[in-house]
């Protein structure tokens, strides 16, 4: 799977109320490569966005009625119009053969999200034509309004990370250099944290990684009452 690139789940403004910020903009740039680190693994962890954006994906065509994008929560075809919205799914008939729209009608189709993986449903009575890269797909995805758990989990990677920096006065080894970061200090990274950050996520981690945690859960249970 294709990592994402991620945007930032905080704001400076919040990072800094999180951590009782002095006055003074100094560490500023420091405290900004923190909350990009902090979100990208939630992202990593997730394997989802977190902050609402659009995608662009060229996919082969299913030959069934149903298309799946790479990420979720499946917000809507992208554009404002309903013209944009039908430039946002377009289908090609050979590999050098000009995009055409696929839809006509605001009715033709509808997302689906109360199953997981999510996916859009057309309903005009036909498939995605099957093929090779043959379906040009545009739309949003991520959460409008974040999760406070996501939002919650993020901040305490930022403080994790602020703690064992230089700059938090707590020095305890090389937690920036292995990032490639300026000032940090930890030789543990906030992967060594992981099992704390997922189940602090585990209601939005994506299905199979759900089905993987609660099944090494039960197993531990089993072994300890064995």
Request: one cysteine or more; glycine letters at 6%.
């Amino acid at each position: 799977m294709t990592r994402l690139q991620a945007e930032p789940i905080l704001s400076l403004a919040e990072a800094k109320a999180l951590l009782n910020w002095p006055s003074g903009t100094e560490k500023d740039a420091l405290l900004t490569s923190f909350i990009a680190m902090a979100s990208q693994h939630c992202e990593d962890l997730l394997k989802n966005p977190v902050v609402y954006r659009d995608f662009q994906e060229i996919v082969d065509g299913s030959g069934s009625e149903r298309l799946y994008p790479s990420w979720y929560p499946y917000g809507e075809l992208y554009g404002l119009s309903v013209q944009e919205k039908f430039e946002s799914l377009q289908v090609r008939e050979t590999y050098d053969a000009p995009w055409e729209n696929l839809f006509g009608s605001a009715n033709d189709w509808t997302i689906i999200t109360e199953e997981e993986p999510q996916y859009l449903l057309r309903l005009d009575g036909y498939v995605f034509p099957e093929g090779i890269q043959n379906v040009r797909h545009h739309y949003t995805a991520g959460y409008q309004e974040i999760p406070a758990r996501i939002t919650e989990t993020c901040q305490a990677m930022v403080h994790w990370l602020w703690k064992r920096s230089f700059a938090g006065d707590n020095f305890l080894g090389k937690q920036s250099v292995s990032e490639g970061r300026e000032g940090a200090s930890s030789t543990l990274t906030l992967k060594d944290m992981d099992k704390e950050w997922i189940v602090m996520l585990k209601a939005y981690l994506r299905l199979e990684d759900r089905l993987k945690l609660e099944k090494e859960s039960s197993s531990k249970e089993k072994s300890a009452n064995a």
